[in-house]
């Protein structure tokens, strides 16, 4: 089993042998291309977004700037929305479900290291998988850490340190991160704690 193959297995591996110093360095490039497009080519970037990205579905959106290590490992639903400033190290596989929408500054961290110093000196480290599931919200400066889920419908308040898995249908926010409360049908008519919508289009 060389280093890429244990990587995507989850098991130690060093990060520049068997190719994945190139592999990362081509993502790298795209990367590059996509941060700095113009606005107005916006077509040209999605498609781009599409070479970079291991599965994305219809309308999909990522503000730049955009930082991922492989691209290839990263897996979006339909309507996905990320805004500025969105990171994930893709070491391991991160898969996101449909309508996701990704505040500024989140980042979603699948890389770790040993914690004992003379076994993180031999240059292992390891990648564990993120799942985040369909209508998840992520707020503002949030962080999910290697091997957690966020189950449907979840919305993770600003400034979180996931590191522990968040049932569906649920707030959750705190570092670390601890469910706040069930989302229930009474905050279908509330667009911001206890106000109202002044509208009827939003059922």
Same mark, same amino acid.
């Given at each position: ?27 790298? &490039? &795209?990367? %590059? ?27 999909? @959106? ?7 290590? %492989?691209? %290839? ?17 893709? +070491? ?17 961290? *699948?890389?770790? @290291?040993? +914690? @004992? ?43 979180? !340190?996931?590191?522990?898995? !968040? ?16 989302? *229930? ?14 509208? !009827?289009?939003?059922?």
């Amino acid at each position: 089993m060389d280093q890429k193959q244990r990587m995507l297995s989850g098991l130690p591996y060093k990060a520049w042998l068997d190719g994945l110093e190139e592999e990362r360095l081509e993502n790298k &490039k &795209k990367i %590059y291309r996509f941060n700095h497009m113009p606005p107005e080519e916006w077509d040209s970037r999605e498609d781009l977004l599409r070479e970079i990205l291991g599965k994305a579905g219809r309308n999909v @959106h990522i503000e730049p700037p955009f930082h991922c290590d %492989y691209g %290839y490992n990263i897996e979006v639903g339909d309507n996905f929305f990320a805004n500025y400033n969105l990171v994930i190290l893709d +070491v391991g596989k991160v898969r996101i479900g449909d309508n996701a929408q990704i505040a500024p500054n989140v980042a979603l961290y *699948t890389a770790g @290291h040993p +914690v @004992h110093p003379d076994s993180r000196n031999t240059g292992y480290e390891y990648g564990i998988g993120i799942t985040i599931g369909n209508n998840v919200w992520l707020g503002g400066n949030v962080c999910v850490l290697p091997g957690v889920t966020i189950g449907d419908n979840a919305v993770i308040g600003a400034g979180s !340190v996931v590191t522990r898995d !968040v049932p569906a249908n649920c707030i959750a926010a705190g570092n670390p991160c601890r469910v706040i409360r069930s989302i *229930t049908e009474k905050d279908r008519d509330f667009y911001f704690r206890d106000r109202r919508f002044d509208v !009827v289009d939003y059922r």
